[in-house]
């Protein structure tokens, strides 16, 4: 029996074929292009609360880090709870050392959750521009309760005022409003640590809705505590894992503990650069 194609059918069913196809493949290569877009913005953010004469192991990891991660490492730099009165040469030489490695030094100031007075934290700011080179300004001690963003969007420009393209990262710790980002339509910060704390909560944290109307590189991690093996379910690379699906673009973990849980980097380290610069946390 011979068969007849009607070519009108054929011809449909071809291009409705193609057109699937090629929407999938679309699908597809946005897919991987948004997970390759958030994997590079999965960035490390180290409170280097060690001094480089006295711990220069520590600064020595984070100039490895940095050269395996270019542009994805900042140090938190600090001297005594900010820049200190002077300069120190240790840290002149640290923050070279690191720049020239491609990473990048932020300073540190506290604002007493918006209770010190803007002009101590201002003479604070001042300092780190007149003693170091510097990438940008960490702020700790950030309020999360409404009525503190104006005191913080005038921090946020007086720091762009010293160099416009200053990182400034503010540090609540915690969940924290929207207008801590954006406030009247303007920045109060470039980064904001959504959490910093210890072990197991490193795994049950939850980032608020609104975070989802941007992009991860707002959103910082750190973790303390955090063994380098498998311990009661967890190890740094769940705590990494957990940060990226809570969408914080920049993240730190380390098995220092309290009292300063930022006074050196943890043996795994390395590891941890690794872990991140293959983009293992990606599901």
Request: one cysteine or more; hydrophobic letters at 40%.
């Amino acid at each position: 029996m011979a068969f007849s194609i009607d070519s009108h059918a054929h011809s449909t069913s071809i291009s409705t074929f193609l057109i699937l196809a090629l929407f999938a493949a679309a699908t597809q290569l946005v897919y991987h292009h948004r997970l390759g877009a958030e994997a590079a913005s999965m960035q490390v953010m180290v409170p280097a609360y060690f001094n480089p004469t006295g711990n220069a192991a520590a600064w020595a990891a984070l100039n490895s880090a940095a050269s395996s991660l270019p542009n994805r490492v900042v140090a938190i730099a600090n001297p005594s709870n900010g820049p200190s009165t002077s300069q120190q040469s240790d840290y002149v030489a640290a923050i070279s050392s690191l720049h020239s490695a491609s990473g990048r030094v932020v300073g540190y100031v506290y604002s007493g959750y918006g209770n010190r007075a803007l002009a101590s934290v201002k003479a604070d700011i001042d300092s780190w521009y007149a003693f170091y080179s510097i990438d940008g300004i960490f702020i700790d001690e950030v309020a999360n309760t409404d009525g503190e963003q104006s005191y913080y969007q005038q921090l946020y420009q007086y720091i762009k005022s010293k160099n416009s393209s200053s990182l400034v990262v503010n540090n609540p710790g915690t969940s924290t409003l929207s207008s801590y980002l954006f406030y009247n339509g303007t920045r109060v910060a470039d980064v904001i640590c959504v959490f910093e704390s210890s072990g197991a909560a490193a795994l049950q944290w939850t980032t608020q809705s609104w975070t989802s109307s941007y992009d991860p590189s707002n959103f910082l991690a750190l973790a303390y505590n955090t063994s380098d093996v498998d311990v009661e379910d967890f190890d740094y690379g769940d705590v990494i894992d957990h940060a990226y699906q809570q969408r914080a673009g920049w993240v730190y973990v380390t098995s220092d503990t309290l009292p300063n849980p930022w006074d050196t980097v943890p043996s795994y380290f390395s590891n941890e650069i690794e872990y991140i610069a293959e983009d293992n946390y990606l599901p």
